[in-house]
């Protein structure tokens, strides 16, 4: 074989011919196909260890039909993704999930309804080969477009406005509330108050019905105690000041957000109550760089979004992979974290 220069790649035909075999021998062996010798497919990759030879990607795609990326997307206004802490953790560990498969993954947000159409058109032009999908809000038209996709859809957390047929990682929101209001309760705390998430997102109804249903079991009537807000911090501290003014003998606060207990805690002080003397405060999420560092250290419901997108990963390999996976909804448990604030 001549020698080639130092920026001619070499091909698929060089490697055949260098283990001398067929192209069609060499190309299955890369491919790691069942139908190829293990002699053959050993002269195959010496070869293409020797010669240096890395597959076109490309090319390798068009007879695959694999792009090797899998996007991943949020279905959240921007501002919010940005400002939310379990964003940041839940985009952290698929970039690393993913890459630990070889699979490189493609972020991107839908601010709107607008963006729905154009996020359904990337994802059917064959540029991903799955989909990783966080759409938690009743009423979002994204799970239902994205039905029509032959691709394969993994959701975290419950997809807001579709329920069968699909695969979900989600996490025991409604336990993970009742275990909150029952520490407090087991602290002496009667006058329980919520501040809860917005009430078109499945996880935050779901706490809300938790922390109802701990008080209705422990004969306490709940009404009157509960505050929306919106997950984010200023919310909190405005739900709050609202539950002060209504409810001024409130001894404890289940906030359905670290993000929000902050903000719960911010406007407790301001008002001259003491945490957790006057007011024990439990939240929910357990942010690893929010609720050890708050004063005092925050007890909350303790989730690993990584957990959750650990096994949205592996299901979505085994979809590719071809496997007969049955859509269900995998529950992932939670547990109470306590630290000194309950």
Not at 71 to 90: M, N, W
Not at 283 to 299: E, H, I, N
Request: proline share 7%.
């Amino acid at each position: 074989m001549p020698p080639r220069s130092q920026d001619e790649r070499p091909t698929l035909e060089d490697v055949a011919a260098y283990a001398g075999v067929s192209r069609s021998t060499a190309s299955r062996a890369l491919n790691d196909d069942a139908y190829v010798s293990s002699r053959s497919r050993e002269k195959v990759l010496g070869a293409a260890r020797e010669l240096g030879y890395s597959p076109n990607q490309a090319a390798r795609s068009l007879v695959t039909r694999r792009t090797g990326a899998v996007a991943v997307v949020l279905s959240e206004p921007e501002s919010k993704v940005l400002d939310d802490p379990y964003f940041a953790t839940v985009m952290h560990g698929a970039y690393r999930e993913l890459a630990a498969t070889g699979a490189q993954m493609l972020l991107m947000f839908v601010d709107s309804r607008e963006d729905v159409p154009r996020t359904v058109r990337f994802l059917e032009g064959g540029h991903v080969d799955g989909a990783l999908v966080f759409a938690p809000h009743q009423g979002d038209p994204l799970p239902t477009a994205l039905r029509l996709l032959r691709l394969p859809v993994v959701y975290g957390g419950r997809p807001g406005s579709v329920r069968r047929g699909v695969h979900a990682v989600d996490f025991d929101n409604r336990a993970g509330a009742r275990l909150a209001v029952r520490h407090l309760l087991s602290t002496g705390r009667r006058r329980i108050t919520t501040v809860t998430g917005m009430l078109d997102h499945p996880a935050a109804a779901d706490r809300l019905a938790g922390w109802r249903d701990a008080l209705t079991e422990a004969g306490l009537d709940p009404a009157g105690l509960s505050e929306a807000g919106d997950f984010l911090m200023p919310s909190g501290e405005r739900a709050m000041t609202t539950l002060l003014r209504r409810v001024p003998d409130l001894d404890g606060v289940f906030a359905a957000s670290d993000a929000m207990a902050a903000g719960a805690m911010r406007a407790l002080r301001a008002a001259g109550k003491r945490v957790p003397t006057d007011v024990g405060v439990i939240g929910f999420d357990d942010q690893p760089t929010l609720a050890p560092a708050m004063d005092p250290p925050l007890t909350s419901v303790h989730q690993d979004p990584r957990e959750q997108v650990r096994h949205m990963v592996r299901t979505m390999m085994s979809l590719l992979s071809g496997d007969n996976v049955r859509p269900e909804s995998t529950i992932l448990p939670v547990t109470l974290t306590l630290r000194d604030s309950a």
